[in-house]
């Protein structure tokens, strides 16, 4: 089969591998019939995932149909269309019975798959832990509705899940990327009275303003004055740091009132700098992780419900043969893309 692979810092490659086999009695091996690239694969690529482990297939964000079963799995059967999650976790030791399971205790707990094993950017795909990793797809729902269920769409809902929202709060979202946007789809189901997004990109600003008009928007210089005007009490009651950039981490807490929860979604590159004595009595709560992936039920729920859509993030479509390419206009941010579809 076809699986583009991590040579080395700075190359992928798509290579011939042999169909992946089941190695414990908990996996199941899935066809890939869609996929995508996410920003994590780039991290890879330029080697600031250190865990990586060179030679393995890349890719976690994918859907496809249940090929063969261990014969300790009993969620999924063959045929069945199923979502991947990101995440590989047992489902039974501390952390998992918390549903805190990116802290899965498992050899292969947390990010696995397309980091240190072998991913979906390939026609099959090895899951272990099938049970907790597989979710069956509704019918009715598309393989593109269901595309993101396991990545971008369980971190936004996980980071919208844990930021206490209420129905009178002004939430910010500082960056609209996929990541970005996927967040504010699941802060809206929380109804607050008001959602502010701020984006530095002209390109993706619109894309919200298109898309969810009743959102408002901000650049990062304007954002600390924006959120003021547009707030009760001096700053948003919850922030959501989805962008990583530079002094994003900063504009979080800036743009906070006293006693707001700033949850921070994004992965930096580098340390960030809490001046405590700066937000002294501002009686902040900063929550931080990764995703704890294991919502996947309920989020397909909400897209059979017609509740939850991503479908508008994704701009382009290439098959694998040509995943090259996507990733050129990817990592490049050409052609207006926000995210690829890769099928088979
Ligand atoms: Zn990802
Ligand atoms: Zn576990």
Redesign the pocket.
């Known amino acids: 089969m076809l699986a583009y692979t991590y040579v080395e810092q700075g190359k992928f490659e798509l290579r011939e591998k042999p169909i992946p086999l089941l190695k414990e009695s908990t996996d199941a091996l899935v066809r890939v019939t869609l996929g995508s690239i ?4 780039l991290h890879i690529k330029h080697g600031s995932v250190p865990r990586a482990i060179p030679g393995i297939t890349v890719g ?2 994918m859907v496809g149909i249940v090929e063969k079963v261990g014969s300790d799995v009993t969620a999924v059967r063959p045929g069945d269309r199923v979502t991947v999650n ?1 995440e590989t976790f047992c489902g039974h030791c501390f952390f998992c019975r918390h549903g805190y399971v990116n802290n899965c205790i498992s050899p292969d707990g947390g ?1 696995a798959l397309g980091c240190r094993i072998d991913g979906g950017q390939a026609e099959y795909v090895r899951v272990p832990y099938a049970d907790q990793g597989l979710n069956r797809i509704p019918d009715g729902v598309s393989d593109e509705q269901a595309l993101f269920v396991g ?2 769409l369980a ?1 936004g809902f996980w980071a919208a899940r844990i930021s206490e929202i209420r129905a009178e709060d002004t939430v910010l979202i500082i960056g609209a990327g996929p990541t970005g946007v996927c967040t504010l789809l699941c802060a809206r189901l929380k109804q607050p009275k008001r959602i502010i997004v701020c984006e530095k990109s002209e390109e993706r600003a619109d894309f919200v303003r298109t898309h969810y008009p009743e959102v408002l928007v901000t650049r990062p210089e304007d954002c600390v004055d924006f959120v003021r005007r547009h707030s009760e009490h001096g700053g948003a009651d919850v922030v959501l740091e989805v962008a990583g950039g530079a002094d994003t981490f900063q504009l979080a807490w800036q743009c906070a009132r006293p006693n707001a929860v700033v949850t921070i979604v994004a992965m930096y590159d580098r340390p960030q700098v809490l001046p405590l004595p700066d937000m002294y009595g501002e009686n902040l709560t900063f929550k931080t992780g990764g995703v704890d992936g294991c919502d996947c039920a309920e989020i397909l729920r909400l897209i059979a419900e017609g509740r939850l859509d991503t479908t508008p993030l994704i701009t382009h479509r290439f098959p694998l043969a040509r995943i090259e390419e996507a990733y050129r206009i990817f990592e490049n941010r050409l052609d207006g893309v926000i995210k690829v579809a890769i099928t088979q």
Do not use: A, L, P
Not at 38 to 41: I, P, V, Y
């Open positions: 996410c920003t994590s694969d976690h964000e990101v990010w990545d971008i971190t």
